[in-house]
């Protein structure tokens, strides 16, 4: 019964911070061994992993993205974020927050116990 949506703009300019929200039902995000993810999918391409929050707070991001990524959290509304800064027409995807029973870091949809069902972010040039 663990729901997650995501909700934010789908359209972005190109230099700009993207921002999303993923609000958690059913669960609580300080649950013991729960970590959080966000994960992407460009047109055409396969996923991708971008970072997760963990259940305690600390935040791990994909190398690859690390410098323009930051997750945080609401506990309070139960709701984590995602900033990514500078973006341009390459971060075009449909965006996902997932949750997992441990610290997940590949883009495998198996490896996911829960998936939102994912928003469509457009970065104009």
């Known amino acids: 019964q663990v729901q997650l949506q995501e909700s934010g703009p789908g359209l972005v300019k190109a230099s700009q911070t993207l921002s999303l929200t993923c609000t958690v039902s059913?669960?609580?995000?300080?649950?013991?061994?729960?970590?959080w993810s966000w994960i992407r999918q460009p047109p055409g391409k396969g996923l991708e992993w971008i970072g997760h929050?963990?259940?305690?707070?600390?935040?791990y991001y994909s190398p690859a993205l690390q410098s323009r990524v930051s997750i945080s959290r609401d506990t309070s509304k139960n709701q984590f974020f995602l900033q990514l800064s500078s973006v341009t027409p390459e971060d075009t995807a449909v965006y996902y927050c997932a949750g997992s029973d441990g610290p997940v870091v590949v883009p495998e949809r198996d490896e996911y116990d829960n998936w939102g069902p994912g928003t469509r972010v457009t970065v104009s040039s």
């Open positions: 059913g669960d609580r995000l300080t649950t013991t061994m729960k970590y």
């Open positions: 929050i963990a259940y305690f707070g600390s935040t």
